[in-house]
């Protein structure tokens, strides 16, 4: 065994369904950089990094194509190059969309049936080490069930909830699957770190109430139990106490690292009319992350963070500081990932709208030219790599 600190990166592969004029449109991310045709290519960028992990899975839509029928053409293909070049995936399985078969996280069924494509995929690619089962619950959630963005499209504390309570079923499900497979996995929940600051006093309450919902997809996967508002939040939109108790009973910790993504976008103001809005970054990532440490005791990966050039190489630093700080404060921080290895396209609308508008956040652009942030970051892996490899602060042994 040996002391590792998990430098990363990502090939972004969101693939929710949005309505644009009317009409529902799958958004997929590894279309529309260039992934299809030019993975190999991309592996190998991963590779002259000398970056190690990389969180990367298939297209779940395309893969899981009906009850209990798979497609593993691609996953053949690309999994088994990922193993001779000896780099080792994060495997993604549910990144904020299902097939069409299916239709959308409010589909009661979708726990189980996913639970059964993680079954399937775990014994068909038994050498795999690290899994997210489920990306981003609390996001994939807001997004479909809350802000009517994504999936179902749907605005309301009701279709939040229900997608919240199925992807976190999902998500344990998954895990106890996998788990009954290759009981030696280590889950790395990839979860949005989120903050709300009150704009004046009146807003405290309400910024209070969104200081604990921002736990939520945690506490259920977690099996932490919920205070009493919160509790009652959730059955009041549909959850039944026998679906709490279930989470309660589901206690899955021993396996599992607590995923923390940050963007600048991820602390909020919120305002005397109830609405929302952007602060910026107020406290950052140590602060926020702590938070989530304090709650939930578990070890650490900051799994997500990039910001678009001009700022990204300043950014960079920054979170490597925070990590870093982190680490030296005793606390058991095993990873860090910038996300991803290639620019993105149409995040700048929360993929809502099909512009093609490249968003330069990736390590690479997409004519597969490094970035001066992607210099930066191979540096940084190259001189901080034995120093946060250093036993007396945290680490995961493999």
């Avoid at 690309?78 to 193993?83: H, N, P």
């Avoid at 609390?138 to 749907?154: I, K, R, T």
């Amino acid at each position: 065994m040996k002391n590792t600190f998990m430098f990363a990166t990502g090939i972004e592969n969101s693939y929710p369904t949005v309505f644009i004029d009317g009409k529902k449109v799958r958004v997929d991310e590894l279309e529309k950089t260039g992934h299809y045709k030019r993975w190999q290519e991309d592996f190998q960028l991963v590779k002259e990094m000398e970056i190690e992990y990389l969180r990367y899975g298939p297209p779940y839509f395309s893969t899981h194509i009906g009850p209990g029928q798979y497609n593993w053409d691609f996953a053949d293909d690309t999994f088994s190059r990922l193993r001779e070049l000896r780099i080792t995936p994060i495997v993604d399985l549910c990144h904020f969309g299902v097939p069409d078969w299916m239709d959308s996280f409010q589909n009661p069924d979708f726990p189980e049936y996913f639970a059964e494509y993680a079954s399937a995929f775990a014994k068909r690619y038994t050498h795999l080490k690290f899994y997210t089962p489920v990306n981003e619950i609390f996001v994939a959630a807001s997004f479909s069930g809350q802000y009517g963005w994504w999936n179902e499209s749907l605005a309301g504390d009701r279709s939040f909830v229900t997608a919240l309570k199925h992807l976190c079923k999902a998500n344990v499900l998954a895990m106890n699957a996998i788990l009954k497979v290759q009981p030696e996995v280590t889950f790395i929940q990839s979860e949005s770190s989120e903050y709300f600051h009150p704009e004046d006093p009146s807003c405290r309450e309400l910024a209070d109430f969104l200081n604990l919902k921002r736990y939520l997809s945690l506490d259920l996967s977690y099996a932490h139990p919920i205070k009493v508002p919160h509790y009652k939040y959730l059955i009041q939109n549909g959850m039944t106490d026998a679906e709490y108790e279930w989470f309660m009973n589901n206690k899955l910790r021993a396996n599992c690292i607590m995923g923390t993504d940050y963007y600048a976008s991820n602390e909020h103001i919120v305002h005397a009319d109830g609405s929302t809005s952007a602060s910026g970054e107020v406290f950052g990532y140590y602060v926020i992350t702590q938070q989530y440490y304090t709650r939930y005791r578990l070890p650490v990966m900051h799994t997500e963070t990039n910001i678009a050039e001009p700022a990204s190489i300043n950014w960079l630093y920054k979170e490597l500081a925070n990590v870093y700080r982190f680490k030296q404060d005793g606390f058991p921080i095993v990873g860090f990932t910038w996300y991803g290895l290639l620019d993105q396209v149409d995040w700048d609308t929360a993929l809502r709208e099909n512009n093609g508008r490249v968003n330069p956040l990736g390590l690479y652009d997409l004519d597969r030219k490094i970035r001066p942030v992607g210099e930066t970051y191979k540096k940084i892996i190259k001189d901080w790599r034995h120093v946060m490899e250093d036993e007396s602060y945290g680490f995961i042994k493999i």
